[in-house]
């Protein structure tokens, strides 16, 4: 690409040579002896320069794709092997820029400014070696005006990166708040604020405006001095190169090579300034896509693990040792990433394969904190946790999950089919697997009830079916692939009665001979758990059986009896 871009630069800087040699042999001389050979080489030379613009452009676009595939993938294929901390701590916007917005400007950075760079570059220096060789003398009278062409083209920029940066803010401001104003619709309506968010987005759109309107001002001026700084060259060109005509220094070729580098000779310096300038502007994508690059999980596989069992990517399951799901946390102290306080301190807890471990608690009181700990989506800050007597740092992080069936509370589907939903959990599950399941979790009914069964389309995050539909589909989906450790994160929270108590009976079967982790809203759900786990302020304040908790009536059985109470008294009033 830059060979190309140089010879490409090279050819257009001889074209005036041609004219030169016809004005002075043909039409000064009036022959057109050799007219023939001239015109096969012009014609030669102009075939090669649409080859090589053809050749250069191509292998610029492939550069510029490569490029956007190589750093695409590589970010993504990286994100997917961080921890959850680095997705608390950074939003999906923030991340969504990384790795499409950035690696986009990256891409057009290497390939099409960099080809800018190089083309314009080769031809100033080309164009003055020309000019130069022909007659110095004239020569410096147009050399002079490039620098003050420079200097005017770095004043102007300087300008207008600082205004169109404001423009870009204002735009992504004016983005954000279109958004909200569509997904926001019903909120809007409903607290009728439809004048304050129209006068919002006036007042945004406005300050586009002026600033557009300023952008364009400095940019106008810009170019009008441009083009005033060219005629200059060529009225020097024409009053001196004139004068050297009658006085018989130069020829009228030359004259006209001369008027060509003039008029050519400035847009290229004003060209590449502002490539430049853009250039030095990527700098920002650079450093904040190798920033994203750079950042190391705080949970992460050791190399001697990944030399046994593999990576995410490249796993070697003929060394993952069956999971039985014996669990115990040993002397665990953990404190989140983001925070300054511990949540857990010298926790130690033995649950054997196939415990039913409930944890329960307020709103926000922490609950998913153990569950997460036993996933490795987080690591302790000091102890450990053992995986069947190992630790589980000790052993790869896909062999756990892969073993873990998870069914949160805001359940997620993925674009596609119902069947393609399901098998995300066990991809070569039979058909029968499939509609065992399914019943199993009382979810085979809505498939039955869609119109194309398992080859439904649910949609963009499962939208075209109800939050309760989604969730026992991804409770299916979990159940699929006969995991050793099931987690159910208050997984009937936004099921009706009638279907819970379907699911209710379910987890009773499908927790047996399972290690399962249950966070449960509704405590009469988990009454005959073998250990419950009472969490407030992100602290495990209690922990026993049902009866245990309850005779001791602490925390837990003013949870259990206010809960008793509030379900009487809808009950009373038909709720």
Same mark, same amino acid.
């Given at each position: 690409?830059? %060979?190309?871009?140089?010879?490409?630069?090279?050819?257009?800087?001889?074209?005036?040579?041609?004219?030169?040699?016809?004005?002075?042999?043909?039409?000064?001389?009036?022959?057109?002896?050799?007219?023939?050979?001239?015109?096969?080489?012009?014609?030669?030379?102009?075939?090669?320069?649409?080859?090589?613009?053809?050749?250069?452009?191509?292998?610029?676009?492939?550069?510029?794709?490569?490029?956007?595939?190589?750093?695409?993938?590589?970010?993504? !294929?990286?994100?997917?092997?961080?921890?959850?901390?680095?997705?608390?701590? !950074? !939003?999906?916007?923030?991340?969504?820029?990384?790795?499409?917005?950035?690696?986009?400007?990256?891409?057009?950075?290497?390939?099409?400014?960099?080809?800018?760079?190089? @083309?314009?570059?080769?031809?100033?220096?080309?164009? #003055?070696?020309?000019?130069?060789?022909?007659?110095?003398?004239?020569?410096?009278?147009?050399?002079?005006?490039?620098?003050?062409?420079?200097?005017?083209?770095?004043?102007?920029?300087?300008?207008?990166?600082?205004?169109?940066?404001?423009?870009?803010?204002?735009?992504?401001?004016?983005?954000?708040?279109? !958004?909200?104003?569509?997904?926001?619709?019903?909120?809007?309506?409903?607290?009728?604020?439809?004048?304050?968010?129209?006068?919002?987005?006036?007042?945004?759109?406005? +300050?586009?405006?002026?600033?557009?309107?300023?952008?364009?001002?400095?940019?106008?001026?810009?170019?009008?001095?441009?083009?005033?700084?060219?005629?200059?060259?060529?009225?020097?060109?024409?009053?001196?190169?004139?004068?050297?005509?009658?006085?018989?220094?130069?020829?009228?070729?030359?004259?006209?090579?001369?008027?060509?580098?003039?008029?050519?000779?400035?847009?290229?310096?004003?060209?590449?300034?502002?490539?430049?300038?853009?250039?030095?502007?990527?700098?920002?994508?650079?450093?904040?896509? $190798?920033?994203?690059?750079?950042?190391?999980?705080?949970?992460?596989?050791?190399?001697?693990?990944?030399?046994?069992? /593999?990576?995410?990517?490249?796993? +070697?399951?003929?060394?993952?040792?069956?999971?039985?799901?014996?669990?115990?946390? *040993?002397?665990?102290?953990?404190?989140?990433?983001?925070?300054?306080?511990?949540?857990?301190?010298?926790?130690?807890?033995?649950?054997?394969?196939?415990?039913?471990?409930? %944890?329960?608690?307020?709103?926000?009181?922490?609950?998913?904190?153990?569950?997460?700990?036993?996933?490795? $989506?987080?690591?302790?800050?000091?102890? +450990?946790?053992?995986?069947?007597?190992?630790?589980?740092?000790?052993?790869?992080?896909? @062999?756990?999950?892969?073993?873990?069936?998870?069914? #949160?509370?805001?359940?997620?589907?993925?674009?596609?089919?119902?069947?393609?939903?399901?098998?995300?959990?066990?991809? =070569?599950?039979?058909?029968?697997?499939?509609? +065992?399941?399914?019943?199993?979790?009382?979810?085979?009914?809505?498939?039955?009830?869609?119109?194309?069964?398992?080859?439904?389309?649910?949609? *963009?995050?499962?939208?075209?079916?109800?939050?309760? *539909?989604?969730?026992? #589909?991804?409770?299916?989906?979990?159940?699929?692939?006969?995991?050793?450790?099931?987690?159910?994160?208050?997984?009937?929270?936004?099921?009706?009665?009638?279907?819970?108590?379907?699911?209710?009976?379910?987890?009773?079967?499908?927790?047996?001979?399972?290690?399962?982790?249950?966070?449960?809203?509704?405590?009469?759900? %988990?009454?005959?758990? =073998?250990?419950? #786990?009472?969490?407030?302020?992100?602290?495990?304040?209690?922990?026993?059986?049902?009866?245990?908790?309850?005779?001791?009536? /602490?925390?837990?059985?003013?949870?259990?009896?206010?809960?008793?109470?509030?379900?009487?008294?809808?009950?009373?009033?038909?709720?």
């Amino acid at each position: 690409m830059v %060979i190309l871009g140089i010879l490409s630069s090279l050819v257009d800087s001889i074209y005036p040579i041609f004219n030169r040699y016809a004005l002075n042999n043909f039409v000064g001389k009036g022959t057109l002896d050799g007219l023939n050979v001239f015109v096969i080489l012009y014609l030669v030379i102009l075939l090669l320069q649409v080859i090589d613009n053809y050749a250069a452009c191509y292998m610029c676009g492939q550069v510029e794709m490569s490029m956007d595939r190589d750093l695409r993938n590589a970010s993504f !294929n990286h994100l997917q092997e961080l921890s959850f901390a680095y997705f608390n701590q !950074n !939003n999906v916007g923030y991340i969504h820029a990384r790795v499409m917005s950035d690696t986009g400007k990256i891409g057009v950075m290497v390939s099409w400014r960099m080809m800018d760079v190089i @083309w314009n570059g080769s031809y100033i220096v080309f164009v #003055l070696l020309m000019m130069l060789i022909l007659n110095i003398k004239l020569a410096l009278f147009v050399i002079v005006l490039v620098p003050i062409a420079a200097v005017l083209t770095t004043y102007f920029q300087k300008k207008l990166v600082v205004l169109n940066r404001k423009i870009r803010e204002i735009n992504s401001k004016i983005t954000s708040n279109f !958004n909200e104003g569509i997904t926001g619709a019903k909120a809007i309506k409903t607290l009728v604020v439809e004048d304050k968010i129209q006068g919002d987005f006036e007042k945004d759109t406005t +300050k586009m405006y002026k600033t557009s309107v300023h952008a364009t001002h400095y940019s106008a001026f810009f170019t009008s001095a441009i083009t005033f700084m060219s005629s200059i060259a060529l009225a020097v060109v024409l009053w001196r190169g004139g004068n050297m005509k009658q006085e018989g220094i130069i020829e009228i070729g030359t004259l006209s090579v001369f008027l060509s580098y003039a008029l050519g000779l400035l847009e290229p310096v004003q060209n590449v300034i502002v490539t430049i300038s853009e250039l030095i502007s990527v700098q920002v994508n650079v450093e904040r896509f $190798f920033k994203l690059l750079g950042t190391e999980s705080d949970v992460a596989d050791t190399p001697e693990v990944i030399e046994k069992y /593999g990576d995410t990517f490249n796993p +070697k399951k003929e060394n993952w040792e069956p999971l039985h799901g014996d669990i115990k946390f *040993e002397d665990v102290s953990f404190m989140y990433p983001d925070g300054d306080e511990y949540v857990l301190e010298h926790f130690n807890l033995d649950v054997p394969q196939g415990t039913n471990v409930a %944890i329960v608690g307020e709103t926000g009181a922490g609950k998913s904190t153990l569950v997460n700990l036993v996933c490795r $989506f987080f690591k302790p800050t000091a102890g +450990k946790i053992l995986i069947d007597g190992r630790d589980a740092a000790d052993r790869s992080q896909l @062999w756990l999950h892969s073993n873990i069936g998870y069914v #949160l509370q805001t359940p997620h589907l993925f674009s596609g089919t119902v069947r393609d939903n399901l098998k995300y959990g066990k991809p =070569d599950a039979t058909e029968e697997e499939i509609w +065992k399941a399914l019943k199993l979790v009382s979810a085979d009914g809505i498939v039955k009830r869609m119109e194309k069964g398992l080859d439904s389309d649910v949609g *963009e995050d499962g939208d075209m079916l109800s939050t309760g *539909e989604k969730q026992l #589909l991804s409770f299916a989906r979990a159940i699929l692939a006969d995991p050793k450790i099931l987690v159910l994160d208050e997984a009937t929270a936004s099921i009706d009665t009638v279907t819970e108590k379907a699911i209710q009976d379910a987890i009773v079967t499908v927790t047996k001979g399972r290690t399962s982790f249950v966070i449960a809203h509704r405590l009469s759900t %988990i009454v005959d758990a =073998d250990i419950i #786990l009472v969490v407030q302020d992100g602290k495990i304040i209690e922990r026993g059986t049902h009866k245990q908790l309850m005779e001791a009536k /602490g925390y837990y059985h003013e949870l259990f009896t206010r809960q008793f109470a509030e379900i009487s008294i809808n009950t009373a009033v038909g709720e």
